[in-house]
């Protein structure tokens, strides 16, 4: 592209300062090659102005309306992946993790004994079943509910949509 | 402003709860978002699809529309996205007119049009011709540009660019356009000698 083309469509969509505007002006009044180039663009420019939209089907706002029924209100805790829900779960099992390796750690048995032999070293038994207590397994059960309803809900609603087409 | 007004009460009217409303925002937006969405697409079902895949979306995160800024912005910005998720998907062919691949698709394209027997002499329907042979990102520019009313800062923001790239860009886009349809037309004497 050449520098007058360039010059013109900049005074066409009005984006070149006034002082240039004044100069590019002058330039089509006097001389030749911004003359033609300005009446082909400006030709361009118009047309392009000028074209039509295309249409969708008929439908289309009918399609969209369905689909959004069957979709969350905008705002709803469903409606938005929410990066605090993801921090969070990220969190409870860092936590779980770190509560775990520490359980892990604090029954280890750091003294070691003289001499090159390797110091015998006994597994660490973890009590895993004082941490399923009462509260935490119906916590558990709980958020395996609240899980379960989502996802059934989610099916529903697709077969719901599927078959009013 | 009037119309900026009222398309700011159709959204709180949606948020509120009224679906309903939402209709409204789809009718006034749908021709272009599905003429954007068609650039990329290059045809009606797929452009179809991602236009009301778009109007979903913008449901969705409707609470998270800033409400200073100009609805349409906002909707051509998730146009623009969707529409180039899908191109990454589909892996269109996206070759200039100069390679051969795209004359022969050229020459399918004159075919088609030949049958078009209402708009066949239409210098609109050359131009509209002629866009559809350009780079999705150019047709996308020259429409946000001409047909979506917005400025270059407005087209800046809905692809995410910076405001001298779009000018450039589009100063680039037309140049091609320009080319394209002179090619066309020449095409066009040269069958009709």
Redo the contacts between chains.
Sequence with gaps: MNIIEQQVWDYLDGTCNGQEHKKIGHLIETDEAYRTTYSELKSLHLDLSGIELDEPSMGFTRNVMDKVAASPMPGSIRSSVDKRIIYSIAAFFAVALLVLLTAIFSQVEWTQAAGTALPEYEIPKVDYLSFMDDAFLRVFLFADLILGLYFFDSVIRKRMLSNSR | MQNKTTEINLIKQ??A?N?GA??EL??RH???V??LA?RFAKN?ED??EI??DC??KA??????FQQTAKFSTWLYTIVYTTSMTFLRKKRLETESIDSEGSLIQLENHTSDFRADQVEQKS??AY??MA?SQLLPDDAAI?TLF??GEQS?EEVARTMGMETNTV?VK???A??R??EK?EALLHHEVEELL
């Design positions: 949606v948020l709860g679906q939402y209709a789809i009718r749908q021709r272009f599905f003429t068609l009606r452009a179809e236009a009301q109007f979903v449901y969705r995160s409707l609470n998270s210098k609109f131009l509209n866009i020259i001409y047909k270059l000018k589009l100063h680039r037309r140049h356009l320009k349809l």
